[in-house]
């Protein structure tokens, strides 16, 4: 679909320079609408590679557009954007620090920020960011960063309210609810972390990292079964090892043999981290 998408675009700026280069004389309704035309084939191609293409090359692509556009503020955003699509939080910061510096940052730049800074370990500048936005621009993601610094605050009251409200401003709640469910796992609230892993999974059967802490959190309280919840069967075998780990931390050695086994068996194919873990335990070796 990517790759459609990619020559669609290509094929919208083939169109723009064909209609410069034909019918003689260029006249003046002719360059406004190649101005037009480039600026709509611009946009276009932006977000095509945005969503569309190896984020790598999204970097790459950008990088040379600013190199014959270094004023282009849609290219800044965009080499930012696609940074942070290539986890390169840090390169992404420098480059919303120079759109701040040119007083260009808009609150949705300051949010992109803030979350970079917060993928980088700077807590006090995502702080910063977040308090320069007018409390009066509310939505999903600034609830959502506010959130997470409110954990690293271990302000849990807010921690809570933030996301709470960040749940009610999205029609696709589950990755905010499996946050909300670990940070009530990092305060020791098993029980309520489960229901909140629970309610993301209703959202999206399929978002694994919220099977994981699902099954972490019951290991923890001593239930070591899977939960009854939608899974394929390598997901059920690293289930199963999720849980043997979280037995051999409560020293259930006898238990945790036995699930290791289980996610043996039960892997399609050669399950190297439990067969190693399950060799050791056999051997007396503490893991």
């Known amino acids: 679909m990517g790759k459609r998408y990619l020559k669609l675009g290509l094929g919208f700026v083939a169109v723009a320079l064909t209609l410069t280069a034909c019918g003689g004389e260029i006249t003046d309704a002719d360059r406004q609408l190649d101005g037009t035309l480039n600026v709509i084939d611009a946009s276009d191609l932006n977000d095509i590679m945005l969503n569309f293409a190896d984020p790598n090359e999204a970097v790459t692509y950008f990088q040379s557009a600013l190199q014959n556009a270094p004023d282009r503020l849609d290219f800044k955003r965009g080499l930012a954007q696609s940074l942070m699509n290539a986890r390169r939080h840090s390169e992404a910061v420098l480059v919303y620090e120079s759109i701040e510096a040119n007083g260009d940052a808009t609150n949705e730049d300051r ?5 970079a800074y917060i993928r980088g370990g700077g807590w006090d500048e995502a702080s910063a960011q977040l308090s320069a936005i007018p409390p009066t621009y509310e939505t999903y993601d600034r609830y959502r960063l506010e959130a997470i610094l409110a954990d690293h605050n271990h302000d849990w009251e807010k921690s809570d309210s933030f996301y709470d409200i960040a749940r009610g401003l999205t029609s696709s709640p589950a990755n905010v609810l499996n946050n909300w469910g670990f940070s009530k796992k990092i305060r020791g609230d098993f029980q309520d972390a489960a229901a909140l892993f629970r309610q993301a999974l209703r959202y999206d059967s399929s978002l694994f990292t919220a099977k994981i802490n699902l099954v972490n959190v019951r290991a923890l309280q001593g239930e070591y079964r899977l939960p009854v919840i939608p899974m394929t069967e390598p997901e059920r075998a690293l289930l199963l090892y999720e849980a043997a780990k979280v037995a051999v931390q409560r020293r259930d050695l006898d238990i945790a043999r036995g699930l290791l086994q289980e996610a043996v068996d ?8 439990a067969v190693s873990a ?6 007396g070796i503490n893991l």
Do not use: C, I, R
């Open 111 to 115: 949010l992109e920020m803030a979350d």
């Open 266 to 273: 039960t892997h399609p194919q050669h399950f190297d981290a």
């Open 278 to 283: 399950l060799e050791a335990l056999n051997s």
